[in-house]
């Protein structure tokens, strides 16, 4: 796993000798062992290298191939190396990495060659005879790809932070990137937070030509795709298929690991793994606050599979200047995921074990395995009666809370109750996002000056063009392909590339193995949820491979209590961002707007308006503490 940076057209050569280096020196965290630029005829390519397989010269990038006339940047693992050999022939290779052999299939077969390729990856292929750049992306989105368009010349990297060292760089806020990321929390692809910067989508290919002219394809098309005249999956086709799988991600020249949480898709991926290599060593958190602690069913697993189990604890002070000021460094963009900051802790503490750590990440996405299927129906099923029912329903809700008196419990229970009719009396897409969303379209451009407006239906459009044709994204299916297409990629791909990489750590998630997700996209829906139960199959499966009670119990996600981790930080934070004279929201928000915010969050306990719950008003605090921190160390300057 790496870091690649370059740039082609007319004028990459002048742009590339004031910028690659120090961009390059930018990824180093990506690429501790060796960092190296490829200055070409029309492009540069650099590669900051993570060793992990062929860790000889032969495996070193840039990589030329054979003849001579292909240059790669690679970023990422291929799994199906054994059929792309067979396929390349009897071609003598230099050593045994999966580049050299991405490279070579690419030179002979152009991008036919890209939809062969089974694994995570960004990639930079430089065309000498032709003058032309390839950039890809792999379908899933595991491994991002930002782009920025300049006179004459494209430039790509790994991450967003080199980027906005370019001479010449648009350096304006989107606006409608940055109404997405008030919405979300995550400023989605193709969007970047500044208009000179895009994200290649999941599986998009762009082609740069000699004048810096770009064509855009696909490899593939795009996960959550809705095919429902497909063959159906055999649900007993699962134990082989992911056995396979993990069996093929384990490949590695350096220590490799499975992270174990206890959960049910980290538990399958640790049991595949013994199955495959007998003695697999797993890791685990630690956490001292018993709602975040797995440690009791992560080491019944361990001891089930027999795994060399290491326990690592999480370190219980809360949270500093410098790493929330690394953490916006790392994402670039802002990103309001909260988990990431559990995340990065746990790498650097899985870092000093391995090298490589298998996850489970994506059996939620793939498996339908989060908890808000029950609540959109509710919501869908109120949507029915009518805009004026559920409006005046969630108003009389409203009303019977705000007369509820000083119980924290009931007023919660109401103010719940009143959110549900009003999520039910809103817009399609909003009702998609209802469990995702923290600021409305609506709020945001009450809250924002005109100038930073974006579209009134950017929300709108996003959904219709991530939500799978004909399907109803607020339904059980619907919702289930959009999380695929939105939540998989935009945010918990994003957070676990963005926070392992910080510590030079490769995460890889045999779940999102492309066999897997064609497995799971023909699956019917009945395989993966059930009366209001997740991931069927892949409980089932659990249960035969794990202890059961470990299986069966509530659902854990690995997070953090947020305004009691951020403690004094976040809320010196929130001033600033808030009142502060040099914070980057006066100039975005509307004076009056950040009054009210101010007001907002010194609130405490349950509020009787819909949205009025502590665990919001949180969410939205440090959504705005990390929109003007990245804005601020950017040095943004309307």
């Not at 208009?195 to 002219?213: K, S």
Request: hydrophobic share 45%; with cysteine.
């Amino acid at each position: 796993m790496c870091g690649i940076v370059g740039v082609a057209g007319p004028q990459a050569t002048d742009l590339a000798r004031g910028w690659m280096d120090g961009a390059l020196q930018a990824l180093r965290h990506r690429g501790p062992d060796a960092q190296a630029i490829a200055r070409l005829d029309g492009a540069a390519l650099g590669h900051a290298r993570l060793s992990i397989i062929d860790l000889s010269p032969a495996g070193a990038q840039p990589m030329t191939s054979a003849s001579g006339r292909t240059v790669i940047a690679y970023n990422g693992e291929v799994y199906n190396t054994a059929e792309l050999r067979r396929k390349l022939g009897p071609m003598p290779l230099r050593g045994h990495s999966d580049t050299e052999l991405v490279l070579e299939r690419m030179e002979r077969d152009g991008l036919a060659a890209l939809p062969e390729l089974n694994g995570m990856f960004a990639l930079a292929l430089w065309q000498s005879e032709e003058r032309k750049l390839v950039l890809a992306r792999d379908r899933t989105g595991i491994k991002p790809l930002y782009v920025a368009e300049l006179p004459g010349a494209v430039a790509f990297c790994s991450e967003l932070r080199p980027l906005m060292t370019l001479p010449g760089l648009d350096c304006r806020i989107d606006p409608a990137a940055l109404q997405l990321y008030l919405a979300l929390g995550m400023v989605p692809a193709p969007y970047s937070l500044w208009l000179g910067v895009r994200q290649l989508l999941p599986g998009e290919v762009w082609t740069v030509d000699a004048e810096a002219r770009i064509a855009r394809t696909r490899l593939a098309e795009p996960i959550g795709a809705w095919h429902p005249a497909a063959p159906a999956s055999d649900p007993d086709d699962l134990p082989a298929l992911l056995q396979t799988c993990v069996a093929d991600q384990l490949v590695a020249d350096v220590p490799v690991g499975v992270l174990l949480s206890g959960g049910v898709d980290s538990s399958l991926v640790a049991a595949a793994a013994a199955r495959t290599v007998g003695k697999v060593r797993t890791f685990s958190v630690v956490h001292a606050d018993p709602r975040y602690d797995e440690r009791k069913a992560a080491r019944a697993v361990a001891e089930h599979i027999g795994s060399d189990h290491v326990e690592l604890e999480l370190p219980a002070a809360g949270l500093t200047e410098s790493e929330l000021d690394e953490l916006v460094d790392h994402h670039g963009d802002p990103f309001a995921d909260s988990s990431s900051l559990p995340t990065r802790r746990l790498a650097r503490l899985v870092r000093r074990h391995v090298t490589v750590a298998l996850s489970g990440d994506g059996g939620d996405e793939l498996f339908a395995g989060y908890p808000r299927y029950r609540e959109n129906g509710w919501v869908s099923t109120a949507a029915q009666l009518g805009h004026q029912a559920t409006a005046a329903m969630g108003n009389a809700a409203t009303t019977v809370n705000r007369r509820a008196g000083a119980n924290q419990t009931v007023r919660g229970k109401l103010r719940r109750v009143a959110r549900l009719f009003d999520l039910a009396s809103r817009p399609t897409a909003e009702r998609a996002v209802g469990t995702l969303t923290f600021f409305w379209p609506n709020e945001t451009r009450r809250l924002l000056r005109p100038a930073f407006h974006g579209p009134a239906d950017g929300l709108a459009a996003l959904i219709r063009d991530r939500a799978a044709a004909g399907l109803d994204p607020t339904l059980a299916e619907g919702c289930h392909r959009l999380e695929q297409r939105l939540v998989l990629p935009d945010d918990m791909l994003v957070k676990v590339d963005r926070m392992t990489m910080a510590e030079s750590l490769e995460i890889r998630p045999p779940l999102l193995d492309n066999r897997m997700v064609a497995f799971a996209q023909r699956l019917p829906l009945r395989h993966k949820l059930h009366r209001g139960e997740g991931k069927v199959a892949l409980k089932a499966l659990a249960r035969q491979w794990v202890p059961p009670w470990v299986v069966d119990r509530p659902k854990q996600g690995f997070a953090v209590p947020l305004l009691a981790f951020g403690g004094a930080v976040l809320q010196d934070r929130t001033r600033w961002a808030l009142q502060g004279h040099d914070s980057p929201l006066r100039t975005l928000f509307e004076p009056s707007a950040l009054l009210r915010l101010q007001a907002e969050f010194a609130q405490q306990g349950e509020g009787w308006q819909p949205e009025d719950s502590p665990y919001r008003r949180a969410h939205r605090q440090w959504t705005l503490v990390l929109l003007a921190t990245a804005l601020q160390r950017r040095g943004w300057q309307p």
